[in-house]
């Protein structure tokens, strides 16, 4: 098969990593990337470090307002998908480039494959519950990483195309985790030790863009009972400026402010902190798998699991409920397996290649 896989913002690249290899070993790809992230330490340090293929196609549309971006990215890869006729155009997750190309896809002759298929946070106000919904419902190949995703699809009346793969993230996680271990040298350069600080990222629009929110969490890491080590997303930096916020962080010299990491320095950082506090999807999960206590700022989660087993507690913005969750002492439950065993790339590419022989 032809299969064109549309990338464009940093979890998607990591994403990419085990499904890419998997999927290069019976078929052909062809990767673009829409250029929705640009900076070195959201694009180009991922292909470099995992060895990843360059990308067929940079389509540098940068950053706007949700509607130019995606409208541009629509523009860019309805030319891409024309020229190259895939049997199957790929996508990943919930951003505006999985959107863009989706919609193109949807009014052209490939079949769709959306990987992460069938997560909801139900709330309608984040702009990447648009997305995936929107994605799912124009997908003729879900790739649900839980059974519980795949029953809200069905509850949502999607019935044909649904498979149970589990996360590709969880493939990347055991991919790299013990390279990172040997190789990453983030704990030495810092000065941190293993268990004993607190990781933290901060992105999500529902934060960044309610200055209450960005200040009361902004607090709760200053105050925070461990030194607290800060990879700080552009955006997120640009409002802490603007807003003043930046020195209350940067003075403090319990915290760490530094631009994003590569991912083996990541999941390094991530195996080897006391607890991490995130408003990212993708870290709620590697956390899981990395044994780390999880400290979610957001009031709802699309990854429900890792919440109802208690290895992720959801704190919204909230100053007491941050300063619980910081000083909890509780022990962790057992872990039981919640997104498949590492193996959802090869899944994925197995699937489409029996649809290939049909
Ligand atoms: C996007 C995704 C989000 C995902 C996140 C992963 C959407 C709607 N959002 O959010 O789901 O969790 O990526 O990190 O698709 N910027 C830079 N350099 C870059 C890229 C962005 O400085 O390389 C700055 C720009 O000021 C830009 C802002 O970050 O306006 C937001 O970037 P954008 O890609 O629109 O959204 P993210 O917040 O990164
Ligand atoms: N990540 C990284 N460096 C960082 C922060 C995160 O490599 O400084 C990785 C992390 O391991 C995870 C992914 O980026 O795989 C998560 O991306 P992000 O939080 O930006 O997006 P989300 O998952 O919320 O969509």
């Known amino acids: 098969l032809k299969i064109l896989s549309v990338v464009g913002a940093r979890p998607q690249f990591i994403k990419a990593f085990p499904v890419s290899d998997a999927l290069r070993r019976e078929h052909d790809e062809v990767l673009v990337h829409t250029g929705q992230h640009y900076d070195e330490s959201l694009s180009d340090v991922f292909f470099d470090e995992l060895d990843m293929p360059e990308p067929d196609y940079n389509l540098g549309v940068g950053s706007g307002t949700h509607a130019a971006q995606t409208a541009e990215m629509m523009e860019r890869l309805d030319t891409v998908i024309a020229d190259e006729d895939p049997d199957v155009v790929l996508v990943y997750g919930d951003t505006n480039s999985t959107l863009a190309a989706a919609l193109v896809a949807a009014k052209r002759t490939p079949q769709l494959a959306h990987v992460e298929a069938g997560l909801r946070s139900h709330n309608w106000e984040m702009p990447e519950e648009v997305n995936r919904v929107l994605t799912d419902h124009c997908s003729d190949f879900l790739f649900a990483p839980s059974e519980s995703a795949a029953a809200t699809l069905e509850s949502e009346g999607i019935h044909d195309g649904v498979y149970v793969t589990g996360d590709v993230q969880y493939d990347a996680v055991l991919r790299v985790r013990s390279t990172a271990r040997e190789r990453s040298e983030v704990l030495n350069d810092h000065g941190l030790h293993e268990g004993e600080y607190i990781l933290a990222t901060v992105h999500r629009a529902a934060n960044t863009d309610d200055l209450s929110r960005l200040g009361a969490i902004v607090n709760g890491l200053a105050e925070a009972p461990k030194p607290v080590f800060f990879p700080v997303h552009p955006r997120t930096e640009t409002v802490l400026h603007d807003s003043g916020l930046w020195p209350q962080l940067a003075d403090n010299e319990n915290v760490l402010l530094i631009d994003p990491v590569g991912y083996l320095d990541f999941i390094r950082l991530l195996d080897g902190a006391e607890r991490v506090v995130t408003d990212s999807g993708g870290v709620q999960k590697e956390a899981f798998y990395l044994d780390t206590r999880c400290i979610t700022l957001r009031?709802?989660?699309?990854?429900?699991?890792?919440?109802?087993?208690?290895?992720?507690?959801?704190?919204?913005?909230?100053?007491?409920?941050?300063?619980?969750?910081?000083?909890?002492?509780?022990?962790?439950?057992?872990?039981?397996?919640?997104?498949?065993?590492?193996?959802?790339?090869?899944?994925?590419?197995?699937?489409?290649?029996?649809?290939?022989?049909?």
């Open 299 to 358: 009031d709802e989660t699309e990854w429900t699991e890792t919440v109802d087993t208690g290895w992720n507690v959801l704190v919204g913005a909230d100053p007491d409920a941050i300063r619980t969750a910081l000083q909890s002492t509780e022990s962790l439950p057992e872990k039981p397996s919640l997104y498949g065993e590492g193996a959802a790339a090869e899944r994925i590419a197995d699937v489409l290649s029996e649809f290939g022989y049909e």
